[in-house]
Nanobody, 123 residues
Framework: QVQLVESGGGLVQAGGSLKLSCAVS????????ITWFRQAPGKEREFVAA????????FYAASMKGRFAISRDYTDNTVYLQMNNLKPEDTADYYC????????????????WGQGTQVTVSS
């Protein structure tokens, strides 16, 4: 069993930055991939970035690479998503999820989800 709790969302102006946190708890975290997804109003949920807990290997959606950075701190079991140069189209609910598979953009591969944190980027 894995529990995930997101935090750090809020309102920011275009061009600004936010750092989201995903507190992860549970056993054998080293077997998991932790991934950030987002869902904008009226749109399907989309993959943002993933990190392999054991190796810290990272993967990004092409459209977000360079602006977003995923990292993990194994001392406090937290995965971060640093978001820079934010745009109004980044407005969405951001979720972290855990899977025992290899990093994947397929939502059905993820067994555990957090409740989400809302990010609003004003123009």
């Amino acid at each position: 069993q894995v529990q995930l709790v997101e935090s750090g969302g809020g309102l920011v102006q275009a061009g600004g930055s936010l750092k989201l946190s995903c507190a992860v708890s549970g056993r054998t975290l080293s077997r998991y991939v932790i991934t950030w997804f987002r869902q904008a109003p009226g749109k399907e949920r989309e993959f943002v970035a993933a990190i392999i807990w054991s190796s810290a290997g990272t993967f990004y959606a092409a459209s977000m690479k360079g602006r977003f950075a995923i990292s993990r701190d194994y001392t406090d079991n937290t995965v971060y998503l640093q978001m820079n140069n934010l745009k109004p189209e980044d407005t969405a609910d951001y979720y972290c999820a855990a899977s025992k598979t290899m990093p994947t953009m397929t939502e059905s591969a993820y067994d555990y989800w957090g409740q989400g944190t809302q990010v609003t980027v004003s123009s």
